[in-house]
């Protein structure tokens, strides 16, 4: 069993660190910087294991990946024998509500985000290109569905470029990248999904935004090639804004992760991960990987951290600075409401493998506290 794989793998993963002392449950009340400085690794809490070995039954029975989740819905990107599509799952009857199906199953895919009662996602046609897509919103307490946008063509009939990134979605707010020209050119487009209106509010040598507070920003460049830094714009006002202190030395990535007061992003050659606990705070390096290693994902749970690499998937507290291996090897993490939805990696090279889910409420965990300074 899969289950039994990865909660032995999360036994013994990692080594004691001296002086752990146990901490307190729950999520950390202060977001000054902890006593911790760099990230330990140690013998995953007992409440981790646990959790890790359930098994959400719906991803057992097809490959069902998520995007996000509220309270007891996880929104996800679903191939079963009965519905192919977007869908909320309801963790806790297992019932699975069709959102959008998948026209073509065979080659459609979704990618997406959710933030309380929204879930937006971008879905393709093609396996040939991710670069053909619809951009789609749906609202979990009235069910009313938006078709936000479309991949834009140019002369050809191709569509043109586009980064493969899933939306951002914060509030009534929903936003993502797509290519609207030659030579990498990409624009930034806002949804209002309270109104449906979608406006661009920036072309060029742009990479996906995300949502930091009353913010949306996005990396952008001078010229193709070159480093990206940070922009932003106010919601409220709809113009340039300053960057808080969290963000603005970040830098040749468009890794980044932020609940508005926790910040985390990957440096240019993925090999580091900064981390800030408060706007206020410039982000430092809080783990390097060992040579020939890299990350892969980032995500931000209540009091959590997570991040895949070449080698598996770990889970931290931000609280305590602790961290333990959560997959026998690669998988994904999810972060998004009360918690961190973690996928097992396949046990077979097929087209749509059974990726076993297991959701991680990270609020009541117990980690160890990593040596101060």
Request: glycine residues 10%; hydrophobic residues 40%; proline residues 10%.
């Amino acid at each position: 069993m899969a289950a039994v794989a990865v909660a032995a793998a999360v036994a013994v993963a990692g080594a004691a660190v001296a002086g752990c002392t146990p901490a307190p449950p729950g999520r950390p009340a202060a977001d000054a910087w902890p006593a911790w400085r760099s990230l330990c690794p140690v013998p995953a809490p007992p409440g981790l294991a646990a959790q890790l070995s359930q098994t959400v039954p719906r991803s057992l029975r097809g490959e069902v990946v998520p995007l996000g989740m509220a309270g007891s819905l996880a929104f996800v990107s679903a191939w079963t024998p009965r519905f192919s599509g977007v869908a909320a799952l309801n963790l806790a009857t297992g019932r699975l509500r069709p959102i959008r199906s998948f026209p073509r199953p065979a080659q459609d895919q979704a990618d997406g985000s959710a933030d309380g009662r929204w879930v937006v996602w971008e879905q393709t046609a093609s396996l040939q290109t991710l670069d053909e897509f619809s951009v789609y919103a749906w609202d979990s307490a009235t069910g009313r569905q938006l078709t936000l946008g479309r991949s834009l063509s140019g002369p050809g009939g191709a569509a043109w470029p586009s980064p493969w990134h899933p939306p951002a979605v914060s509030g009534h707010y929903a936003a993502w990248a797509q290519g609207y020209g030659p030579g990498g050119e990409v624009e930034v487009r806002l949804a209002d999904l309270a109104t449906g209106r979608v406006r661009v509010v920036r072309q060029g040598h742009t990479q996906p935004p995300f949502f930091y507070r009353n913010l949306l920003v996005w990396p952008e460049s001078d010229r193709p090639g070159a480093q990206t830094t940070l922009h932003a714009i106010s919601l409220a006002a709809g113009r340039p804004a300053a960057l808080p202190a969290a963000l603005r030395a970040v830098h040749g990535t468009d890794v980044v992760v932020t609940d508005g007061t926790r910040t985390a992003y990957l440096s240019p050659d993925l090999t580091s991960l900064y981390y800030s606990p408060a706007a206020g705070e410039r982000a430092r390096v809080v783990l390097r990987l060992p040579a020939g290693g890299y990350f892969a994902g980032l995500a931000l749970g209540p009091g959590s951290l997570a991040w895949t690499t070449t080698a598996a998937t770990y889970l931290a507290s931000t609280g305590t600075g602790a961290y333990a291996r959560v997959t026998a090897q690669y998988g994904d993490a999810t972060g998004s409401g009360p918690g961190v939805m973690i996928s097992d990696p396949p046990a077979e090279k097929v087209t749509h493998p059974v990726l076993p889910l297991h959701v991680v409420r990270t609020a009541g965990l117990r980690w160890p506290s990593c040596p101060p300074g």
